[in-house]
């Protein structure tokens, strides 16, 4: 099998590459703007990358889906701080490129495996999120926040209808609060524009205040990196159980407040030496969420979500704990 990943040095990419190359046969073909997280992957037979700006390289990119088996376009922005300081580049890049992309795939009848996002989901009325009937409900217009959230629903129904009216092979998977090593640098959290594991591991370490948004009363339900691979994997491997399915991807078991999440960090970070003092002194605060982010920030106070999908078709469950889960994402911070 012919592998084509886009956006393959981001999070997700570089872990899924490894993961392939590790364990099946199968050829990757990969794209992104830098390689440095694909270290790994370089040089291994069954691998090559092309970098460059996925916008300028659409005709490449065009050959590639002609040539591969499977597509997954996972160029995107992911995080929160851009969604606000950078909402049109958000749009352009989760909307308006993955569209031309899978415009590709339904020309050439190729498969696609598109990441959907827990975000779209929003604040929906369901506590447990259910693929198929849950309400997809989102903040007003001038709360950015939400952009992200639309252009990956709008893909999810365009990628739908292709479906329905050409054909088009998919399968959505919308992942839920995946942590682990490569999630943000902390160079993203110097700025704090790191996602919550990193920028709390970050001001811990550094000595500064650890800010609890609204006081951090919001609960995710954090799922091992390795756990989300093992599902995509699965669903790359298994056309016939996969095919025009939606699946959440999450652990349930690992839902916790935000500051459940800090508390469970700083005893992490306590039991290494090259933290504890730090740990131990950890100061935390609480801000709201218009001075931290801007008026343009809303948010969700929970997320579960219903994994009964995935595991009926696929046979897939999550396995790892949270304080397992970030034991591993913490060492991979802070002894890269």
């Known amino acids: 099998m012919k592998v084509l990943i886009l956006g393959a040095n981001g999070f997700i990419g570089s872990h899924l590459c490894e993961a392939i190359l590790d364990q099946r046969d199968w050829t990757v073909t990969a794209h992104d703007l830098v390689g440095g997280n694909?270290?790994?992957?370089?040089?291994?037979?069954?691998?090559?990358?092309?970098?460059?700006?996925?916008?300028?390289?659409?005709?490449?990119?065009?050959?590639?889906?002609?040539s591969?088996?499977?597509?997954?376009?996972?160029?995107?922005?992911?995080?929160?701080?851009?969604?606000?300081?950078?909402?049109?580049w958000t749009?352009?890049?989760?909307?308006?490129?993955?569209?031309?992309?899978?415009?590709?795939?339904?020309?050439?009848?190729?498969r696609v495996i598109f990441p959907s996002t827990s975000e779209v989901y929003g604040m929906s009325s369901d506590r447990i999120l259910y693929e198929e009937?849950?309400?997809l409900t989102v903040g007003p217009?001038?709360?950015?926040?939400?952009?992200?959230?639309?252009?990956?629903?709008?893909?999810?129904?365009?990628?739908?209808?292709?479906?329905?009216?050409?054909?088009?092979?998919?399968?959505l998977f919308r992942p839920f609060n995946w942590i682990g090593p490569r999630l943000d640098s902390f160079d993203d959290a110097r700025e704090r524009r790191a996602r919550s594991v990193t920028q709390f591991v970050y001001d811990i370490v550094q000595g500064r205040p650890v800010t609890l948004v609204n006081g951090g009363g919001q609960r995710r339900s954090f799922t091992w990196i390795g756990d989300g691979i093992e599902a995509l994997m699965a669903i790359i491997g298994d056309e016939k159980g996969s095919d025009g399915k939606i699946f959440n991807i999450g652990n349930p078991a690992n839902n916790r407040s935000i500051s459940e999440l800090v508390d469970h960090l700083v005893r992490i970070l306590e039991t290494f030496p090259e933290t504890a003092q730090q740990a131990r002194s950890a100061e935390i605060v609480v801000q709201s969420a218009e001075s931290y982010y801007g008026n343009g920030y809303d948010d969700m106070q929970d997320r579960v979500p219903s994994i009964e999908n995935i595991?009926?078709?696929?046979?897939w469950r999550p396995r790892t704990t949270l304080d397992e889960a970030l034991r591993r994402t913490v060492e991979g911070l802070i002894r890269p």
């Open 38 to 66: 694909l270290g790994n992957c370089l040089g291994r037979e069954r691998f090559s990358l092309r970098l460059g700006d996925a916008f300028s390289d659409l005709d490449w990119i065009e050959e590639q889906v002609a």
């Open 311 to 315: 595991e009926r078709c696929l046979g």
């Open 91 to 110: 749009f352009e890049l989760d909307f308006e490129l993955n569209l031309k992309i899978v415009r590709f795939c339904v020309a050439r009848k190729k």
């Open 141 to 171: 217009i001038g709360k950015m926040r939400w952009i992200y959230s639309c252009a990956k629903q709008m893909m999810d129904r365009v990628i739908v209808a292709y479906g329905q009216e050409e054909g088009l092979r998919y399968t």
């Open 68 to 88: 591969c088996d499977v597509v997954l376009p996972l160029v995107g922005v992911a995080k929160p701080s851009f969604y606000l300081s950078r909402p049109l």
């Open 133 to 135: 009937s849950s309400p």
